[in-house]
């Protein structure tokens, strides 16, 4: 079983940054694709970059690349989602998510899921 904690949310102005954290209990996240998802109000949720668990890789959405970028820190256990140039719609809940597959940008993928934390865009 494993836990997964996110951190980091707030309130940011676009075209600002933040970073988002997700801590993991119960396991390392060495043996897991790894996920971030964000679901906008009223909306479903969708994956916005991850980490494969077997390449190594990182892989973006066409809405995020170029401007969040994930990582993971072996030391702390942690995986990190550095948001760039910030828009309004990057607005909602964002959500760690960790897959024993290969993981993707698909929500089906994946297996044990953080509550989530609220990043919120203002103009």
């Known amino acids: 079983q494993v836990q997964l904690v996110e951190s980091g949310g707030g309130l940011v102005s676009i075209g600002g940054s933040l970073t988002l954290s997700c801590t993991a209990s119960?396991?390392?996240?060495?043996?897991?694709?790894i996920g971030w998802f964000h679901q906008a109000p009223g909306k479903e949720r969708k994956g916005v970059a991850c980490i494969h668990r077997f390449n190594g890789n990182n892989y973006y959405s066409d809405s995020v690349r170029g401007r969040f970028t994930i990582s993971r820190n072996p030391d702390t256990n942690t995986v990190d989602l550095r948001m760039e140039k910030m828009k309004l719609e990057d607005t909602g809940i964002y959500y760690c998510?960790?897959?024993?597959?290969?993981?993707?940008?698909?929500?089906?993928?994946?297996?044990?899921w953080g509550q989530g934390t609220q990043v919120t865009v203002s103009s």
């Open positions: 119960g396991s390392n996240f060495d043996r897991f694709s």
């Open positions: 998510a960790v897959a024993s597959g290969t993981g993707g940008l698909t929500a089906v993928a994946y297996d044990y």
